[in-house]
């Protein structure tokens, strides 16, 4: 079925280049040092200035309220969509296909999930029946932005992170915990804006739109509250309009420094924190050793928020776990408390004491067994400390430097009855008719 829709494209190049404030999707923790007084981190680190375009992609929303004091009683809506100009292009440019060639014309929201999606772009009426989007393709997973209030993410099915299509939905939550990580993560490739953000939470609200289970894909479907039990079309979200407008005023700044407010701080019994500009001062207590996290607001000069939560990692460095365990003129010798240092003679380094969280005086050396088809060694760990790397290596003979350092498949991780310290066993495959193994201790630098 041909459907056909005109569109036009703005001449943006004179206008300033207008952003918004996101945040990354955090795939790693930020290890503090426990042994520092403070940690700082520029907090454009974590939030971004994201250029936008200086359009918008706005969806006319119309339904039936059944006001009896209305002639008319159609309520029409906009969702204006801020897409990211460089952020994801695969996505971008499939998502603006779909505008430009009329598909999203006559659509509805099909789904509404309380406090949490609603999600459009699959379905839409014509001649009151309703027929799927025709498809373009699967497109490539492009995560990055996390999914916090107000994003607009593609939507894809469980086979997979690229089964994305036309579908998309708006997040009416924070929901980066959830979303940042599923099924490869799911790409944010533009935000509400916000004075039409409220439009996006109201067709989100049970009270007004309640859900109705017609059977999937339709079984969490929001119909006005007016809906009686004959299914009329004027009482579905449906999008009458969806075009490409210029970007309203105050929508967007234009300045990439924001400020920040912290709005949960970090567990108090591992560190504290505070916010200096446009950096984030941690500073840990000394002596605990842990996983946190901190949560964050950002706002923009015209008043967009967004908010994410850092994870944080306290850990101990080598340098730390040196000054806890020398004093005085040891703590001064390298041929003491360096990290290559053996100073009971034990064949065990302070690295290596320290990496496997061991004390000064205390000797556990590492166990290999030899199976028929591979070697296993067993070797102790410690688990929250940061800036230290083990690694095994391999060699032919104990008279040349040929070492290799290998990977291995991982057999078991077992925590022992100390505090962060794990027994982790380690396999590799036979190689040769000789062979020397050794673990590898190296301090990583900053």
Do not use: C
Request: net charge negative.
């Amino acid at each position: 079925m041909l459907r056909y829709f005109a569109i036009i494209l703005l001449n943006t190049a004179a206008l300033a280049q207008p952003i918004l404030p996101v945040f990354d999707i955090q795939n790693e923790v930020t290890l503090i040092d426990n042994g520092a007084a403070q940690n700082s981190f520029p907090l454009n680190t974590f939030f971004k200035a994201e250029p936008i375009d200086n359009q918008v992609v706005r969806f006319v929303a119309e339904y039936n309220d059944g006001d009896p004091n209305d002639a008319n009683d159609n309520v029409t809506k906009n969702i204006d969509m801020a897409l990211f100009t460089n952020r994801t292009p695969v996505t971008r440019e499939n998502f603006l296909q779909y505008v430009t060639d009329g598909d999203y014309l006559g659509s509805f929201i099909h789904r509404s999930a309380p406090n949490f999606v609603i999600q459009g772009g699959g379905f839409f009426f014509d001649n009151a029946s309703i027929f799927a989007v025709e498809s373009n393709g699967t497109i490539v997973n492009e995560p990055g932005i996390s999914n916090t209030l107000g994003t607009v993410s593609m939507a894809k099915t469980n086979l997979g992170p690229d089964t994305a299509t036309s579908q998309w939905f708006i997040s009416t939550n924070e929901n980066s915990s959830n979303l940042d990580y599923q099924n490869g993560g799911f790409t944010v490739f533009a935000r509400i804006t916000k004075d039409t953000l409220p439009n996006s939470l109201l067709f989100n609200n049970t009270t007004e739109f309640p859900r109705f289970n017609f059977d999937a894909p339709f079984d969490e479907l929001p119909l006005h509250k007016t809906y009686s039990g004959t299914l009329f079309l004027n009482k579905f979200i449906t999008f009458t309009s969806v075009s490409l407008v210029p970007l309203p005023a105050n929508q967007a700044g234009t300045s990439t420094t924001f400020t920040y407010q912290i709005i949960t701080p970090p567990n108090p019994a591992l560190a504290t924190a505070s916010i200096n500009g446009q950096n984030l001062i941690i500073t840990p207590n000394g002596t605990t050793t842990g996983e946190t996290s901190i949560t964050i607001k950002a706002t923009d000069s015209v008043g967009n928020e967004v908010i994410g939560s850092i994870p944080i990692f306290i850990a101990d460095t080598f340098d730390s776990w040196k000054n806890n365990n020398f004093s005085g003129d040891d703590l001064l010798n390298p041929q003491v408390s360096g990290p290559d240092a053996d100073p009971n003679n034990d064949g065990i380094s302070n690295l290596q004491a320290f990496a496997q969280g061991l004390e000064p005086d205390e000797t556990i050396y590492p166990t290999t067994v030899i199976n028929p088809t591979d070697i296993r060694i067993t070797y102790l760990e410690q688990t929250d400390i940061m800036s230290t790397r083990i690694t095994i290596q391999r060699s032919t003979s104990l008279l040349t430097n040929d070492r290799t350092t290998l990977t291995g498949t991982l057999i078991s991780a077992i925590d022992t009855a100390k505090p962060n310290q794990r027994s982790v066993t380690v396999s590799f495959p036979k190689s040769g008719d000789i062979a020397f193994y050794r673990l590898a201790f190296e301090i990583i630098p900053n």
